[in-house]
């Protein structure tokens, strides 16, 4: 166990220095708090992310951390997943592709006692990462160009301990609690081809330090000796973040090089903070004898009500930083997968390996000019492959790929092929050896 636990830490600290890059190329990432993470695990992502009805004891599901309670007793469960992507950006007759990887997760859940299971782990929230230019001319005699070179990077992650319980058959309730961590820095750098013409940098930044709580709840009905049905329903509590945002405007003198900068951080001497929404999720989950589940997610995050940082001029044109609300509109997202597992304990492979697949459609979150921002449609299929040996016959080597789309109407469209893999232990540590 002493092994285990150590190869569990050193995967921690592996997965949270690879955390800390960022896992998107999406000119998109630079609005809001960045490209919001599917946060699924591997078996989830074999079906497009769906999971709030999922309430099985062999994959630790934080989704929905009611699913904890069930959690065997007999088994520790220790999952980690990696990802790398090929993204194309189309805009107009221009194309452009992009390669990124990351370390996506890493969790573990066990049974603590009786009905009650208990997960830990390290999960994304938001990713930003992006860098491109535009350039155009200014209209003068000079024919002077100008260029605005776009960059940033970060992300905010969580470091979650939740809990599941099931008070009474069929019903559970959970709460995953996090720490929520990550900052973020966005420039914008306008430059011009006269040699005589300053430089204005603007520089957003934010670094936050702060708390996430996530309920959960499952009803599972039984409808027949092989059929039943769960229903999954989720809340994420929405707050004030912290982060401190602020934005420096720099003047350089190409000249010269010398610089003058002026910070905005706060509004009425009062420090800004960032937000996040209120979240609501319901799902159902049909499971047919364990070899066939079919199921469907909604999910809503209430942006519209959140504010965000945004330069702008008072009424006497003086340049002003606040919190402003009117950037964000509420987020929908809908879910559908299935998975199917001829028979578990065949002695044919494949009747072994589960076959999942799923498609999901979202709406944006933020504003782009006073447009929506794009919507996303996307479809997966994936394998959970057994994976057998003299030690162990419960672990599963979780495969999967996704098509990610992110279109809207005036704006780059990001087609995103994505690879991924997780692989999750599942060892009896618990049990107890009899001898005779």
């Given at each position: ?10 995967m ?30 591997g ?47 189309k ?36 990713n ?68 005589f ?12 330090r702060?708390?996430?709580v ?26 004030k ?93 809908i ?10 304990n ?16 979202a ?74």
């Open positions: 166990m002493n092994r285990y636990i150590a190869g569990a830490f050193l921690a600290l592996a997965t949270q220095g690879a955390v800390a890059q960022s896992g998107t190329n999406s000119p998109y990432s630079q609005f809001g708090l960045g490209v919001l993470s599917e946060q699924s695990s078996f989830n992502r074999g079906m497009n992310g769906l999971g709030l009805g999922f309430h099985e004891g062999n994959q630790v599901n934080y989704l929905n951390p009611a699913s904890y309670s069930n959690i065997d007793s007999l088994s520790f469960i220790f999952d980690a997943g990696i990802s790398g992507q090929i993204s194309n950006f805009e107009g007759n221009k194309k452009l592709n992009a390669n990124n990887s990351s370390f996506e997760y890493v969790v573990a859940g066990f049974r603590a006692f009786k009905h009650f299971g208990v997960s830990f782990g390290l999960i994304p929230y938001t930003i990462g992006y860098s491109y230019s535009v350039t155009e001319k200014v209209n003068d005699a000079n024919n002077t160009l100008s260029t605005s070179t776009y960059d940033g990077n970060g992300g905010l992650h969580q470091v979650y301990l939740g809990m599941g319980w099931e008070p009474f058959d069929g019903f559970a309730i959970g709460v995953n609690g996090s720490y929520l961590y990550g900052n973020y820095t966005k420039t914008l750098l306008n430059s011009y081809s006269d040699a013409a300053n430089t204005l940098t603007k520089r957003y930044s934010a670094d936050v702060n708390y996430k996530d309920f959960g709840l499952q009803y599972t009905a039984r409808l027949s000796a092989k059929n039943q049905i769960t229903l999954g329903l989720t809340y994420g509590m929405g707050h973040i912290g982060g401190s945002p602020k934005m420096e405007l720099v003047s350089t003198n190409v000249q010269t090089q010398v610089a003058d900068t002026t910070t905005y951080e706060s509004a009425d001497g009062n420090k800004l903070q960032l937000e996040i929404p209120n979240t609501f999720g319901a799902g159902l989950m049909f499971n047919h004898n364990n070899s066939l589940k079919i199921g469907i997610d909604y999910n809503l995050q209430k942006w519209a009500s959140v504010a965000s940082p945004t330069y702008g001029t008072s009424a006497n044109d003086k340049p002003t930083y606040m919190m402003q609300k009117g950037a964000y509109k509420d987020r929908h997202k879910t559908i997968g299935t998975e199917i597992c001829p028979k578990r065949s002695r044919n492979f494949a009747k072994r390996v589960h076959y999942r697949a799923g498609i999901s459609y709406t944006p979150y933020y504003y782009i000019n006073k447009q929506d921002g794009p919507k996303e449609i996307s479809a997966s299929i994936g394998f959970g492959i057994p994976i057998i040996n003299g030690y162990n016959n419960r672990s599963i080597l979780n495969i999967s790929a996704q098509w990610v789309q992110q279109s809207t109407k005036n704006f780059i469209t990001d087609n995103t092929f994505r690879i991924n893999i997780g692989l999750t232990f599942n060892e009896r540590w618990f049990a107890k050896w009899k001898v005779e």
